[in-house]
């Protein structure tokens, strides 16, 4: 893609957001954001039986490449894992977006990503402290 078809992809995803809007009964909810932009993402998530990415969606506000950022990774995280997801490459991320259009901006541009690798730590944590307490009620 040259730079204006980059530019053209971003803006599609801003103006025509995929999978905007807070999901019914999700797994797991994560809100991230930058202060010093006031960019806001929150991310619902969804899973199935194997810990894959059954449903994503997100609301939020800001700049347009943190909100097209969104949108994109809602198209491109449905279907992973969260050990997928753990792996997420970030340098890709951007390069997908258009690095030569986010470069300066590549805090709004990783936001959501960022955000769902939190979501993907906090539910393994919460996994981890559930296993343990069962753990605990069978040796009493």
Same mark, same amino acid.
């Given at each position: 893609m040259d730079r204006q078809e980059q530019i053209e992809f971003i803006l599609d995803h801003y103006e025509h957001p995929r999978h905007r809007g807070p999901m019914e009964a999700p797994d797991i909810v994560m809100?991230? /954001? $930058?202060? /010093?932009c006031g960019d806001i993402v929150t991310l619902?998530?969804? *899973? #199935? &039986? %194997?810990?894959? +990415?059954?449903? *994503?969606?997100? !609301? &939020? !506000? &800001?700049?347009? +490449?943190s909100q097209a950022a969104a949108s994109m990774l809602t198209e491109m995280a449905v279907g992973k894992t969260l050990s997928e997801v753990e792996w997420? #490459? @970030?340098?890709?991320?951007? %390069?997908?977006?258009g690095r030569e259009?986010?470069? $300066?901006? *590549?805090r709004c541009a990783t936001l959501a990503l960022n955000t769902l690798k939190a979501a993907e730590k906090k539910y393994?944590? &919460?996994?981890? @402290?559930?296993?343990a307490a069962e753990a605990e009620v069978e040796n009493f």
């Amino acid at each position: 893609m040259d730079r204006q078809e980059q530019i053209e992809f971003i803006l599609d995803h801003y103006e025509h957001p995929r999978h905007r809007g807070p999901m019914e009964a999700p797994d797991i909810v994560m809100k991230g /954001g $930058n202060p /010093g932009c006031g960019d806001i993402v929150t991310l619902y998530v969804k *899973l #199935d &039986g %194997d810990e894959r +990415i059954s449903g *994503l969606t997100f !609301e &939020g !506000e &800001g700049c347009t +490449i943190s909100q097209a950022a969104a949108s994109m990774l809602t198209e491109m995280a449905v279907g992973k894992t969260l050990s997928e997801v753990e792996w997420m #490459d @970030a340098a890709a991320f951007v %390069d997908a977006m258009g690095r030569e259009v986010v470069t $300066n901006r *590549l805090r709004c541009a990783t936001l959501a990503l960022n955000t769902l690798k939190a979501a993907e730590k906090k539910y393994r944590a &919460g996994q981890r @402290a559930r296993s343990a307490a069962e753990a605990e009620v069978e040796n009493f």
